[in-house]
């Protein structure tokens, strides 16, 4: 009884629901050929009399042929075979991450893009601030929601711990982006990788709370 009744609403919004464009002008095209195979059929009554028509099998038949033209694009790009880490345009079927090199104390280290919270800011607003100081009009990307994806937390080297402040706090945004690619900067100072290559770059304990929120997304984390 329920597997009926589950059938019958399905048929009842298959029959509901709006048809594509194609699919009018499918049932426009056969509507045209039955009049035209009608015994009563009078030319002059059709307002594209004496014109060329394209019907929707002329189109299909054109798509087919192109679509058998199509040849994809090579997987493998020139920057896949130098390794080049430093572009877009590389592991085309796998989805890339933004990490930037810092200079923290004497060391430099590589790292999500971050920067320092100014009073008055929103998280978010210090997010965005910080990208676009990295990228400036480079990159157009879009930030999801107003909450941190992730947190990181760490301890200051004992020498400049404070009985206030002992550690600090790293809030991570998730962005998605839409456009761009970072021409300008330095090669050497940034990198576009997958989530396996991260261990390749970031510390064990920043990796490990790293790999918390990151997941397989067309993202970057800031």
């Not at 056969?30 to 195979?37: A, L, N, S, T």
């Not at 880490?85 to 090199?101: G, I, Y």
Request: charged share 35%.
């Amino acid at each position: 009884m329920e597997s009926a009744f589950t059938r019958l609403l399905e048929q009842m919004e298959l029959e509901k629901s709006l048809y594509a464009d194609h699919e009018l002008r499918v049932f426009e095209d056969e509507e045209r050929i039955r009049r035209r195979q009608a015994n009563n059929y009078d030319s002059d009554e059709e307002e594209d009399a004496g014109q060329d028509i394209v019907t929707s099998q002329d189109l299909e038949d054109v798509w087919e042929q192109k679509l058998r033209q199509f040849k994809p694009a090579a997987r493998v790009q020139e920057a896949d075979k130098r390794n080049d880490r430093s572009t877009l345009n590389r592991r085309l079927d796998e989805k890339l991450l933004l990490l930037v090199k810092e200079k923290v104390g004497d060391e430099e280290i590589w790292l999500l893009p971050q920067s320092y919270w100014t009073p008055g800011e929103t998280m978010r607003q210090t997010a965005e601030r910080t990208l676009s100081t990295l990228a400036g009009n480079e990159l157009q990307a879009v930030f999801m929601g107003n909450a941190p994806t992730g947190v990181y937390k760490y301890k200051y080297p004992r020498a400049i711990q404070t009985s206030s402040n002992v550690g600090a706090k790293v809030f991570f945004f998730k962005a998605l982006l839409i456009n761009g690619d970072l021409e300008t900067r330095k090669k050497k100072d940034h990198v576009w990788v997958t989530k396996s290559e991260l261990k390749d770059y970031l510390k064990p304990n920043y990796l490990k709370q790293v790999n918390r929120f990151i997941f397989d997304s067309s993202t970057i984390y800031v």
